[in-house]
C-alpha cells in the first residue's frame, strides 16, 4: 500500500500549479463578478491539455490517468472553483460517456474537437420536474426517417452556455418511466436549441447554468450513444464517475479555504500575538486538516479503484458526500477565521463558502448518495 503520488502525478501537480498561480488565480475575483470564465484561461487550459486528461492520443487526449485528471480538477477549484468545474463537467459529463458507450466512428469525430477544447461538453439530463426522480422526464423524442426529433426543455446544464457538444436525454415511451430514455450526442448549435436563460446563482458564478428549450432538434439517427433504451444505464454510470470529479472539486475549494485561513492566521495580530497562536485558531485549523485529509484520501481511493477497472461506485458516492460535506464545513469556518475581513471579498473565503454549497447538490445530492451508500453496505 502506497499513499505517495507518482512522479507523474507529481509533474502533472506542479503544471496545473503553474498554470493556476499565472492564469487562474489572479482573475478568480473577476471571474466571479463577471459571471464568467475569460476566453484566454479556457484558451489556456485547452493547450495544456487539462480538457482531455485522461484520454487516448488517438482522440488528441492527453493520455494520463484518472487520478492525475482529479489532480488538475483539485488545483484549478484550489484558486477557482467555477473553472474547476467546467473543467469536471466537460471531462466526466460530456466526453466520458461518448468515450464508454460510443461507437469507434462517434468518438473519432466527437472527441477530438471537445478534447483540444474547441468544443466545450455539457450534459443534458435534468428539468424542471426530473432531477433526482429522472424516470419522469418530460423531453420525447420520436423517429423520422434518418432522424430522431426532440421535444422538450432542460435545466441546470452546466457549460450549457458554450453551446458546445452535449449528450441529451429523452423519452420514447414516458410509460416506460427509465426503461425509455434514451442518450443522443447534440451540437447545441442545432436548429431548435433555444436558450432560455443562463441563471444567476449563490456560486460558481463564472459557470455558465443553462436553461434550454429544444423544439422539434432533428439529430441523426448516427448520433444515438448506445442502444435506444440504454439512457439511464448512460446516465447512472457517466455520473458515477463524475461525482468523483465533483469530489475533487469539493476537495480543491477545502484546500483553497484551508491554505488561506493558515496564512491569515500566521500574519493577523490579536492581543498582540498572531491569531495562530490562540488555541481557539489552533483547533479550527486543526479539524479543517483533519475533515481535508479524510476526504483525500477517499478521493484518491476512488479515483485509483477507477485507473485499475475496479467498480468503484460505493468509494465514489462516499467521496462525493465526505469532500463536498467537508468543502461547506471548512469554508464556513474559514471565514470565522479571518473574522469581519471573512465577508469581504478580498480575502475569497467567503466566495469559497458560496461556492462549496453546490457540491453538496449537483451530480447526486449527498441524499441520494446516502441512498446509494446504504443500499450497498446493507448488500
Given at each position: 500500500?502506497d499513499?505517495?503520488?507518482t512522479e507523474?502525478?507529481?509533474?502533472?501537480?506542479d503544471s496545473v500549479?503553474?498554470?493556476v498561480?499565472?492564469e487562474i488565480?489572479p482573475?478568480a475575483?473577476?471571474t466571479?463578478?463577471?459571471?464568467?470564465i475569460?476566453p484566454?484561461?479556457?484558451?489556456?487550459?485547452s493547450?495544456?491539455?487539462f480538457?482531455g486528461?485522461?484520454f487516448p492520443?488517438k482522440y488528441s487526449g492527453?493520455?494520463?490517468d484518472?487520478?492525475s485528471?482529479?489532480i488538475?480538477?483539485?488545483?484549478i477549484s484550489?484558486?477557482?472553483?467555477?473553472?474547476?468545474?467546467l473543467?469536471?463537467?466537460?471531462?466526466?459529463l460530456?466526453c466520458?460517456?461518448i468515450?464508454?458507450f460510443?461507437?469507434e466512428?462517434?468518438?473519432?469525430k466527437?472527441?477530438?474537437p471537445m478534447?483540444?477544447g474547441?468544443k466545450?461538453?455539457s450534459f443534458l439530463?435534468?428539468?424542471?420536474e426530473?432531477g433526482?426522480?429522472?424516470a419522469?422526464?418530460?423531453?420525447?423524442?420520436?423517429?423520422?426517417g434518418?432522424?430522431y426529433?426532440?421535444?422538450g426543455?432542460?435545466?441546470?446544464?452546466?457549460?450549457g452556455?458554450y453551446?458546445g457538444?452535449g449528450?441529451v436525454f429523452a423519452?420514447k415511451?414516458?410509460?416506460?418511466?427509465?426503461?425509455?430514455?434514451?442518450?443522443?450526442?447534440?451540437?447545441?448549435?442545432t436548429?431548435?436549441?433555444v436558450?432560455?436563460g443562463?441563471?444567476?446563482?449563490?456560486g460558481i458564478r463564472?459557470?455558465?447554468t443553462?436553461?434550454?428549450?429544444?423544439?422539434?432538434v432533428?439529430?441523426?439517427?448516427?448520433?444515438?450513444?448506445g442502444?435506444e433504451g440504454?439512457g439511464?444505464?448512460?446516465?447512472?454510470?457517466?455520473?458515477?464517475g463524475?461525482r468523483?470529479g465533483?469530489?475533487?472539486q469539493a476537495?480543491?475549494?477545502?484546500?483553497g479555504a484551508f491554505?488561506?485561513s493558515?496564512?491569515?492566521a500566521?500574519?493577523?495580530?490579536?492581543?498582540?500575538?498572531?491569531?495562530a497562536?490562540?488555541?481557539?485558531?489552533?483547533?479550527?485549523l486543526a479539524?479543517m486538516a483533519?475533515?481535508?485529509?479524510?476526504a483525500?484520501?477517499?478521493?484518491?481511493?476512488?479515483a485509483w479503484m477507477?485507473?485499475?477497472?475496479?467498480?468503484?461506485?460505493l468509494?465514489?458516492?462516499?467521496?462525493k458526500t465526505?469532500?463536498?460535506e467537508?468543502?461547506?464545513w471548512v469554508?464556513?469556518e474559514a471565514?470565522?477565521?479571518?473574522?469581519g475581513?471573512g465577508?469581504?471579498?478580498?480575502?475569497?473565503?467567503e466566495?469559497?463558502?458560496?461556492?462549496a454549497?453546490?457540491t453538496?447538490?449537483?451530480?447526486?445530492?449527498n441524499?441520494?448518495?446516502?441512498v446509494?451508500i446504504?443500499k450497498?453496505?446493507?448488500?
Amino acid at each position: 500500500m502506497d499513499f505517495d503520488l507518482t512522479e507523474e502525478h507529481r509533474l502533472v501537480r506542479d503544471s496545473v500549479r503553474q498554470c493556476v498561480e499565472a492564469e487562474i488565480k489572479p482573475k478568480a475575483i473577476e471571474t466571479d463578478r463577471n459571471h464568467m470564465i475569460d476566453p484566454k484561461i479556457v484558451q489556456t487550459i485547452s493547450e495544456l491539455g487539462f480538457l482531455g486528461s485522461y484520454f487516448p492520443d488517438k482522440y488528441s487526449g492527453a493520455e494520463l490517468d484518472f487520478l492525475s485528471y482529479i489532480i488538475v480538477v483539485e488545483e484549478i477549484s484550489k484558486a477557482c472553483a467555477s473553472t474547476g468545474v467546467l473543467v469536471s463537467a466537460h471531462t466526466s459529463l460530456g466526453c466520458a460517456p461518448i468515450y464508454m458507450f460510443g461507437t469507434e466512428e462517434q468518438k473519432m469525430k466527437f472527441l477530438p474537437p471537445m478534447l483540444k477544447g474547441e468544443k466545450i461538453g455539457s450534459f443534458l439530463l435534468t428539468e424542471a420536474e426530473a432531477g433526482s426522480d429522472v424516470a419522469n422526464m418530460m423531453t420525447t423524442y420520436r423517429e423520422d426517417g434518418d432522424y430522431y426529433v426532440l421535444d422538450g426543455s432542460k435545466i441546470f446544464i452546466t457549460n450549457g452556455g458554450y453551446r458546445g457538444t452535449g449528450i441529451v436525454f429523452a423519452s420514447k415511451d414516458r410509460s416506460l418511466k427509465h426503461k425509455g430514455l434514451s442518450a443522443f450526442i447534440l451540437d447545441l448549435e442545432t436548429e431548435g436549441v433555444v436558450i432560455t436563460g443562463n441563471e444567476e446563482k449563490l456560486g460558481i458564478r463564472g459557470s455558465y447554468t443553462t436553461a434550454f428549450g429544444l423544439d422539434e432538434v432533428r439529430i441523426p439517427k448516427e448520433n444515438l450513444l448506445g442502444e435506444e433504451g440504454d439512457g439511464f444505464k448512460i446516465a447512472m454510470e457517466t455520473l458515477n464517475g463524475g461525482r468523483i470529479g465533483i469530489a475533487g472539486q469539493a476537495l480543491g475549494i477545502a484546500e483553497g479555504a484551508f491554505e488561506r485561513s493558515v496564512a491569515y492566521a500566521k500574519e493577523r495580530k490579536q492581543f498582540g500575538k498572531p491569531l495562530a497562536a490562540l488555541q481557539a485558531i489552533q483547533f479550527k485549523l486543526a479539524d479543517m486538516a483533519m475533515k481535508i485529509e479524510a476526504a483525500k484520501l477517499i478521493t484518491y481511493k476512488a479515483a485509483w479503484m477507477k485507473d485499475q477497472g475496479q467498480a468503484n461506485s460505493l468509494q465514489s458516492a462516499m467521496a462525493k458526500t465526505m469532500a463536498s460535506e467537508a468543502a461547506t464545513w471548512v469554508t464556513k469556518e474559514a471565514i470565522q477565521v479571518h473574522g469581519g475581513y471573512g465577508y469581504i471579498t478580498e480575502f475569497e473565503v467567503e466566495r469559497m463558502f458560496r461556492d462549496a454549497k453546490i457540491t453538496e447538490i449537483y451530480e447526486g445530492t449527498n441524499e441520494v448518495q446516502r441512498v446509494v451508500i446504504s443500499k450497498m453496505v446493507l448488500q
